[in-house]
Each structure stands twice: as structure tokens, then as C-alpha cells.
């Protein structure tokens, strides 16, 4: 009677977080915002950028490639983003991190959404072999340069009462075999921006930090790397968007995508982390090893 009773909460709880998360957006809270989104020539930032784009919101793109930028802009444009612009600039690089920032407030004069979706790294799929190299190269794109892009956005976030949204994964919770240096700069963003969250409270300071947990999206870059490694489907990049776009407007401190897969799973690790953790190993050796 007691799992039963603690089955019947914890579903109640999903279904009250689920729902809250499903208040609509309308373009009047997002027209003529300021927008910086950043690994936005392809997968979920491109997807992110349309979405700001549909609500009429002045976007600024950033990534390695310029004509790929280029084409997302004028895609923006035809959306009806209010203007759409474009900074190329490699993420290893934190001085070229700081100037993205510069350039935003010279053109736009200030900032209302920081969307950090970057991804990068030498890593590759295999087992950690003492490669400080790869362990370096994905802390410095995925960890230290989002926090050099919030510290130099920070001041215009706090004039404008804007928000940061952190494209975050499940391997910065649960993490797992084979991905270790990517793993690492998850969990750090998770810790780095959580703890940013309540400081900014305490600070009574009126700029909203939101971390989208995600699952395996079909991104070009998800899918080269792993799309033979495991067996689950992907889950589709628009839509994807469409709850971390939300999410950020709505100010809400966690989305998860996709919602009834990844929660569950986070619920239960909390409560039972072997278990969890061996469970997915087992599924690991018998879809990828035996």
C-alpha cells in the first residue's frame, strides 16, 4: 500500500510540473527582445533561433561557420525575426567568447536572452585513456567558455531583468561510460549555473537562469557520433527547441526533454542510484557489447 501510495504522488508531481510547463508563449512577451544564441548554424541552436525568430524577437547567431550563419539569418529574417545578425567566432578561444558579447551590445544595445548551446571538443566515443588534451579542449567550449560569455553578458542581463538558458543533458546528471570529458563539462555547467541561480536570488537580482536537461536529439552532431552506438530513437531537434524557447520565456529554473523519459529516471536515480546506474550499464553491454 505504501508503493502504492508514493506511485500515485510521484505521478501526481510529473503530471503538475508537466502541465505547468505547458503554459503558452505568445510573440507580445518575446517581440523586439534582444537575443544572443550561440551554436547556432545547425541542430537545436538553429531550431532555437526560428523559434525566437516566429515570436519577433531581434536575434544575433554565433558559431564557426559563416555561410551556414549566414543562411540561418535569412531564414530568421523570412520568419519575422525583428533583425537577425551573425558573429562568427570559435569557442576554444575565450577572448573571442568575450568580443561576441561586445559586439551584441554595440549593434544591439543590450541584451534580453543569453542561449548557450555550444558544443565542442577533440574527445571522441571510446574509453578514457588519459588524454588530458581532449579532457581540456571540452572543458575549456562546453564549461568555460559559457561562463565567459555570462560574465560578460551579466551587466546587460541585469539592466534588462533578462535570462540565461543553458542547453544542458542528462550527462551532466546521471553521466555515463565512454564520454567522460564531455560528461565533466556538463556536470560543471550544471553546478556552475544552479549555484549561479541561487546567488542571483539571494542578490535580489531579476535575471532568471534556466537549464534544459536533454536527451538524445537528432541533431547532425548527436547522430554522427553515437547514432551507432546505441538503439533508442532520437527525438526531433523542433520540438526540442520549442521547449527550451518556452521554458526560457516562462522563467522556468529546469525544462526536460523529452519530459516522461528523462524525469522518471532522474526521480528514481535520486532515490535509488545503484540500481539506476547498474540498470543502464546492463542495457549498455546488451544492445552495444554482447
Partial sequence: MAAVRLFVSLLICLCAYYFYSEETVSADMVRGKRVLV???STGIGEQVAYEFSRLGAHVILTARRKQQLKQVAKKCLALGASSAGHVVADMSNLTAAQKIVEDVRDRLGGLDYLVLNH???????????????AVTSSMTINFLSYVQLT??????????????????SLSGRIGGPFTLAYNAAKFALEGFYSSLRRELRLQQTNVSVTIAVLGYINTDNAVKKVGDKIRMAANPKEECAQKIVQA?????PEVFYPYWSLK???????WMPGLIE?????????????
Avoid at 522518471?264 to 535520486?270: D, S, V
Fill in 248 to 252: 526560457g520565456v516562462l522563467r522556468q
Fill in 278 to 290: 547498474t540498470l543502464l550499464d546492463k542495457s549498455y553491454i546488451l544492445e552495444n557489447i554482447l
Fill in 151 to 168: 560574465a560578460s553578458a551579466l551587466t546587460m542581463l541585469r539592466e534588462s531583468q533578462g535570462s540565461i538558458v543553458v542547453v544542458s
Fill in 264 to 270: 522518471p529516471l532522474l526521480l528514481f536515480k535520486e
Fill in 119 to 133: 558544443v565542442g571538443g577533440s574527445g571522441q566515443f571510446g574509453p578514457f585513456k588519459g588524454d588530458m588534451a
Fill in 38 to 40: 550561440t551554436g547556432s
